[in-house]
Nanobody
Framework: QVRLVESGGGLVQAGDSLRLSCAASGRSLSLYSMGWFRQAPGKEREFVATIDWSRTYTRYADSVKGRFTISRDNAKNTVDLQMNSLKPEDTAVYFC??????????????WGQGTQVTVSS
């Protein structure tokens, strides 16, 4: 089965940057949409960003638009999330997801275990 493993989370200050990476194993996800969700304590999991298999389409949550950039390397079976100008409200566990369809959704088939991002003010 497919495994997704996130890395790159950590503790940073507001205004700093982090780059998250998600590595897939078990099968190639080159024809899947991949993306990121996040979940803060006491909050529902929310959409962050998605990218299609061809890397021609991306979409971002309004809360991160202009600050975060999603990218993928199909040869390496990875998807990254470059997070700039981080804010305390970005604090959450970030989950990598993959699935068929134009975008990742809450119903996407594959999920990682998450990586913690904490942004202090």
């Amino acid at each position: 089965q497919v495994r997704l493993v996130e890395s790159g989370g950590g503790l940073v200050q507001a205004g700093d940057s982090l780059r998250l990476s998600c590595a897939a194993s078990g099968r190639s996800l080159s024809l899947y949409s991949m993306g990121w969700f996040r979940q803060a304590p006491g909050k529902e999991r929310e959409f962050v960003a998605t990218i299609d298999w061809s890397r021609t389409y991306t979409r971002y949550a309004d809360s991160v638009k202009g600050r975060f950039t999603i990218s993928r390397d199909n040869a390496k079976n990875t998807v990254d999330l470059q997070m700039n100008s981080l804010k305390p409200e970005d604090t959450a566990v970030y989950f990598c997801a993959a699935g068929l369809g134009a975008e990742v959704t809450s119903g996407s088939a594959y999920w990682g275990q998450g990586t913690q991002v904490t942004v202090s003010s």
